[in-house]
């Protein structure tokens, strides 16, 4: 039965997340991990490899990401997409996500000053504020919008841009290129040629950075840029190419996946009436709880890979350098072992051992609390301000890597 599982043609990654879940819970049920033949990929011809180890269950996923000395995320084997990148294009696009040990722990400890609790907690009113302005804007009575673009996109890439410590026009700039990076493979943002709109993203942001770079360089800030602009490694400072491959990596990192873990999370909790209303009535106490249900229901990375670098046992099988392991973040979120019944949304679920910020290794989620307060703010504003939203169903994109959603209409009806 499960060698009838294909997950790597386009049809599967085409369809609803149910859809696909139908799939890999056969796998989890009958094999956690299993062999997987070169993904069929349109775009991306002779990315694909020779074929890759396909990790479902949510043990499996947290044992590799926590051995990272045999599981690599190095950009010298393609980072960590599922199409391994050429390296020079992982480098200079995925930064610290595609680096191993010492490179990456000294890079982690000096970008993560930008993600301190202190800078959080300064940043938690002003996220506050600009969630309040963005669903202020759709809360006439009657008004329709599309959800992902009016609500759920504007305040993440908002968070980036506060970070860089961008001004206009830079962040209206910024938007069309970051949905290019990563959307690239639906007709919705326009491409079908992903290695076309790295290198373009890659070109321009690195354009960016430098103008960046030379004015903090004269005027420092309180910024990331400057921060990173005057910062050394090993006695090293860091080039601008480094610079620019970190702002990529934010902007990708930060952006879709806090965008549509808002959109899945809001579409899941508008058809559920009753917890709607429990969270309105009580947000205190039932906020955090929500923001890690819409996390865990959303998983908005799907996929990262792994190569092996040493001969060792997963889930039974031997794996031998070199090859391909992808971890399957969204199945291990629906783990029927760890999740009792993982279709059911439930902000009141205790414990929520969701994988959705990472498997517990090295890589953890450097922005999770920045994310969560997001979600949190957001969610705060849209069940007490636009109490009767009817919300479409999802328009889905295609793509292996981030679980999208293009596009929802929505109505700010009267209180239902
Ligand atoms: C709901 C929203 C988000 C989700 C689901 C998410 C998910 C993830 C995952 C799965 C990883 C890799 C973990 C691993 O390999 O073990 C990761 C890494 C990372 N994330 Fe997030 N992320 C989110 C939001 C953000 C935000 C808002 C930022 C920053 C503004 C951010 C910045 C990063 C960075 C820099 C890394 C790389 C860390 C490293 O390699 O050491 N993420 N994220």
């Not at 149910?18 to 956690?32: F, G, T, W």
Request: hydrophobic fraction near 45%; include cysteine; charge should be negative.
């Amino acid at each position: 039965m499960t060698e009838l599982i294909d997950l790597s043609g386009v049809e599967f990654w085409g369809r609803s997340p149910r859809d696909r879940d139908r799939s890999l819970a056969v796998l989890r049920r009958e094999a956690p991990v299993s062999r997987q033949r070169p993904l069929d990929d349109p775009v991306l011809p002779g990315a694909a490899g020779d074929g890759y180890w396909a990790v479902v269950g949510h043990a499996e996923v947290v044992a590799v990401s926590r051995d990272p000395e045999t599981y690599s995320s190095d950009a010298r084997y393609g980072g960590v997409t599922m199409e391994a990148l050429p390296p020079a294009l992982a480098r200079a696009t995925q930064s610290i996500i595609a680096m191993d040990a010492p490179e990456h722990a000294l890079l982690r400890r000096l970008v993560s000053s930008a993600f301190t609790p202190r800078r959080m907690s300064l940043m938690d009113a002003a996220i506050r504020r600009a969630a309040r302005d963005i669903v202020g804007a759709v809360a006439e009575p009657g008004r329709e919008f599309d959800f992902v673009a009016e609500v759920a996109e504007p305040l993440p890439i908002w968070a980036i841009c506060e970070i860089l410590g961008l001004d206009e026009p830079d962040r209206t700039w910024i938007l069309p290129h970051a949905n290019a990076m990563t959307g690239c493979r639906d007709p919705l943002f326009g491409g079908t040629d992903p290695i076309g709109a790295l290198r373009d993203g890659l070109v321009a942001f690195g354009a960016l950075t430098a103008e960046l770079i030379d004015d903090r360089r004269r005027h420092p800030g309180d910024d990331l840029i400057s921060a990173l602009a005057e910062a050394e490694v090993d006695g090293e400072r860091l080039t601008d190419d480094e610079i620019a491959a970190f702002v990529i990596l934010l902007v990708i990192a930060g952006n879709e996946t806090t965008r549509h873990a808002i959109a899945h999370g809001v579409k899941a909790l508008r058809d559920s009436p009753e917890q709607w209303a429990a969270v309105a009535a009580d947000p205190e106490g039932l906020l955090d709880g929500a923001v890690e249900e819409m996390v865990r229901w959303a998983t908005p990375i799907m996929t990262f890979r792994r190569t092996v670098t040493r001969p060792a046992l997963l889930g039974g099988h031997r794996v031998t350098p070199g090859e391909s392991v992808v971890l399957f973040y969204e199945s291990a979120n629906r783990d029927e072992s760890v999740f009792e019944d993982p279709w059911r949304f439930d902000i009141r679920r205790r414990p929520n051992r969701h994988i959705a910020f990472g498997g517990g290794g090295p890589h953890f989620c450097l922005g999770a609390v920045m994310a969560r307060k997001q979600i949190r703010h957001l969610v705060a504003e849209v069940v007490t301000r636009l109490p009767g939203l009817e919300l479409a169903e999802p328009r889905y994109v295609l793509g292996n890597f981030i679980n999208a959603i293009g596009t929802m209409a929505a109505t700010n009806g009267a209180k239902p």
